[in-house]
């Protein structure tokens, strides 16, 4: 039977919601540009990559531009949410995180960060959670974006860990693939009919047990 030793954990949609404020920087760039981007198309950026962002962002406001304009843009963007971030508080973290964290250290498991974003580091230390984690891999450390498994095996090798004893958490489809690709267990946090390929999916940290990681769901095969 396999036992977990590590736990990989995404940052934007599970460890604090920070897509609202992406949203709120995409959409004032977008009327900026002079074209609408609503929360229904913000959906579309979830777990993918600011530049990957900006493309989605463009092709919704039916814009063709140069490479030296997008970065610029993308640029703009992310000082504005930068603005929003610098005044998050732990009263952000989403419900149960922190006690799950804790919970794991308290029972030996290691904890990484894999995370699409270059600004988890501002986020972690304003609510204060920077030293829950042994391992930080984030969008500087990456070169291929979710699905793709680089963020995840980076992270158990960090923690010294192989990808068959780790479960990653994830808000994202792609992030479930990418934890697929990279021979790991995961948790999906949100929607079952989005993440169904997921081992389980759950509504958030707060219902995440130490029976439920090394449950018989994670040992088929093992
Ligand atoms: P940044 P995750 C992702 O974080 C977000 O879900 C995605 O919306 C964002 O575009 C991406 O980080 C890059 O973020 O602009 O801060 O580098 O879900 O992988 O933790
Ligand atoms: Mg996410």
């Not at 406001?61 to 610098?86: P, Q, R, S």
């Not at 697929?180 to 993440?195: C, F, Q, R």
């Amino acid at each position: 039977m396999t036992k977990i030793k590590a736990c990989l954990f995404d940052l934007d949609g599970v460890i604090v919601d920070t897509a609202k404020y992406h949203y709120l920087a995409w959409r004032r760039l977008a009327k900026e540009l002079g074209f609408d981007f609503t929360e229904e198309h913000n959906e579309r950026l979830k777990g993918i990559s600011r530049m990957d962002s900006l493309e989605i962002l463009l092709e919704v406001g039916g814009l063709t531009l140069d490479e030296n304009v997008k970065v610029k843009l993308a640029e703009k963007k992310n000082n504005w949410y930068c603005e929003y971030i610098a005044k998050m508080t732990p009263d952000e973290i989403l419900p149960g995180t922190k006690e799950f964290l804790e919970l794991l250290r308290g029972n030996k498991i290691k904890i990484a960060l894999g995370s699409a974003s270059k600004n988890s580091m501002s986020i972690l230390t304003n609510v204060g959670l920077v030293n829950h984690f042994d391992a930080i891999v984030d969008g500087n450390n990456i070169t291929h974006a979710k699905p793709d498994p680089q963020v995840f095996l980076l992270g158990a090798k960090e923690l010294g860990v192989a990808p068959e004893e780790c479960v990653v958490f994830e808000d994202a489809r792609a992030g479930i693939e990418a934890a697929i690709n990279a021979g790991m267990y995961s948790v999906g946090i949100g929607d079952p009919k989005i993440l169904n390929k997921a081992n389980i999916v759950v509504s958030s940290l707060k219902e995440m047990t130490l029976e439920k990681l090394n449950s018989q769901i994670y040992c088929k095969g093992a």
